[in-house]
Each structure stands twice: as C-alpha cells, then as structure tokens.
C-alpha cells in the first residue's frame, strides 16, 4: 500500500565542516531515498555570531510516494509529515548543537548485540561544552531502555556528566539522545589520542555490557576562550618548551571561498581564533590558536596557516604536548573539507 508523502529533511553543518542530508528520516519514509522524486524547497537557516550572519543548516523538502510498510518508526521532531510539514517552524536548539546525520558513524551494530543499534558521534554545543549525539535503534522483539555507558581512560577526562534520560525505545522505533560530557574522568596520560573506549549496560538485554571504540574529534573539545596577542604568539611559537611540531598541506572544499579570510572564519566558528593576519612574502598566513583542557592545566594550540593557492594550504602546528599537533591539523582538516 502507497500513500502521497511529504517529508522534511535538516541538512546540518556537521563537525567536518560539509552540509549533509538528514538521509535516514527521508528513506526511511519513502522506503529508497530515490523515490523521493523532488527537492523543492531548500530553506536556510542562519544564525547571528559577532554581528555575522552564518548559514547553520538547510532545510530540504521532499515530495514521493511512501510504502508504509518500510517506514520505521522514529522519536519526536525527526520528521514532518503531511499537512504539518507545512506548518514547519524552526525552533532554538537552546545550549544544544543541531544533530547531524548519524549514517556513517555506526559505534554498535545489531549484528553483534543481538538487535541493538547505536550510532553517534561527540560533538560541541554553542556553549562550547562537548556532548555525546546519539541516535538508539531497538531491532529486537521487546522494549529496550535503561541504558548506562561508561567510560575507559582517556587523554582527555571525558566522562558522562549522566545517563540518557529517553524512557523505552519501542521495537522497531529509534529515539535520540544528547548526553553532556564532563572533563573529570580518568586521564590516560601519555601520548596525545583520540581513542575513546566505551562499555554499554543494556539492562533489558539480560544486564548485557557492550563494548566499542569511538574517537574523539579534537574541535569538540576545545575550549571557548583561546585568545592571544600576535605578540604573545611569536614569542610562545619560538619557545622550546613547544616540543611537538606537524606540518600537513590541507585541502579546501571546492565549495569554499578561496581565500584565508575564509577558512579562517571556518575555523573560527569551532573554537579556534586567530591572533593575527599577515602578508608575508607575498603570501597570506593566518597566526591561529587552541586552547584544551588537560587534567592540571589549559594547554595551547598554536597554527600558522599559508595559503598557497585555490583550494590548499600548507599548515604548521605548535604544541606543548606530543601528538596534539597532528590532531589539530586533522581536526582543521575536517573543518575545511
């Protein structure tokens, strides 16, 4: 049986810097994303940052023919169908980070517990504090919920500030889930690394504890407030105490502006601030800086950034802390692609 659908799909700015579909509520609607037949109406939205106006998101709307007996069923809000799609307004997300699409970050797979589905990924909210947004499919026959996750060592203290407060996730339904994020977990000390380890309690699934390795973007966690002097930052990038050093050459996204005004204001909208912008032998370099927490002190980031030509610069990193560095780089990488 087929019914006339219309369906609302957020595509949001992710943490890599791109605009991405919301796919799964729009397939999941239509049954196949392609019999979702036109796109007509994309609707930004924009926010004020600093007097600037910046693009956060764009709303697409689709118009197809579903099968509803493809349709699994979501939680609130991530889908508009039939006449309420028209009546679509958009809300305050609050200190809360518009969620992105969870497709390709699979962290567990029904196919290994038995039916449970989690996808997700750590992400920063407009406060500057960093959440866990993650999305919660229950595939098996009975209702799931009570779910606690914990922790392993990490470089950078990440621990849940509390457990997901989303009540039964219904067979076949999936409910997402913001969980804030605090700096007073156990540091894994040593080398700088993403790598974040975590246990899952499904209690409903005879108390089963799962396991899986996430990563954990460096632009999530930086600090809000990095600022410094182009004074202070000659004199910090000469020090030898900045034992750690990356150098990489970065590609721009083709959709970007070519120039450094522009990946500065990227990299700007994520934390990162620049101290100074120069003409040095021709060339733009922009002088930028990090700040991240670690478990005695703020430790900075420091970035000279060249543009050398339509769609690439070359990068150098400055760090305090072995292996920072490259993870900075990776992290501006993601940012501009």
């Not at 992105?100 to 449970?116: D, F, K």
């Not at 020090?239 to 700007?268: F, H, Y």
């Not at 927490?293 to 050398?308: G, P, W």
């Not at 490259?326 to 940012?335: D, G, H, I, T, V």
Request: net charge negative; glycine share 8%; with cysteine.
């Amino acid at each position: 049986m087929s019914e006339r659908l219309v369906a609302v799909g957020i595509g949001c700015r992710t943490h890599g810097g791109g605009w991405r579909l919301a796919l799964a509520a729009v397939a999941g609607q239509f049954g196949r994303l392609d019999d979702a037949e036109n796109s007509n109406g994309l609707l930004p939205v924009e926010n004020v940052v600093d007097g600037v106006v910046r693009r956060t998101a764009l709303i697409f709307i689709f118009e197809g023919e579903r099968d509803s007996s493809k349709t699994v069923a979501d939680s609130q809000g991530t889908f508009l169908t039939g006449h309420l799609a028209s009546q679509a307004k958009c809300q305050s997300m609050g200190a809360f980070p518009v969620s992105t699409s969870h497709s390709e970050s699979v962290l567990l797979s029904e196919h290994t517990t038995s039916g449970l589905r989690i996808t997700g990924f750590i992400v920063s909210s407009s406060d500057g504090s960093p959440y866990y947004d993650l999305l919660i499919t229950n595939l098996t026959q009975k209702p799931l919920g009570g779910f606690q996750f914990q922790f392993n060592k990490n470089f950078f203290m990440l621990t849940p500030k509390q457990q997901p407060d989303i009540g039964m996730v219904l067979p076949g339904e999936r409910k997402s889930c913001m969980i804030p994020l605090a700096y007073f977990g156990s540091s894994a000390g040593g080398k700088a690394s993403p790598v974040l380890q975590v246990a899952v309690k499904s209690p409903h699934q005879n108390d089963t504890i799962f396991y899986y390795n996430d990563q954990i973007p460096l632009e999530a966690v930086l600090l809000p407030e990095a600022q410094m002097n182009f004074e202070h930052f000659t004199e910090y990038w000469q020090s030898a105490q900045l034992i750690d050093q990356c150098t990489k050459r970065l590609t721009v996204s083709q959709q970007s502006p070519a120039n450094v005004e522009a990946v500065v204001a990227k990299l700007e909208q994520n934390k990162f601030h620049t101290a100074s912008l120069r003409s040095i032998d021709g060339a733009s370099v922009a002088f930028v800086t990090g700040k991240y927490m670690l478990a005695t002190s703020e430790e900075c980031i420091l970035l000279q950034i060249t543009f050398v030509k339509a769609g690439a610069i070359d990068a150098i990193c400055r760090s305090r802390v072995e292996g920072i560095a490259e993870m900075a780089l990776l992290a501006a990488q993601r940012l501009l692609c």
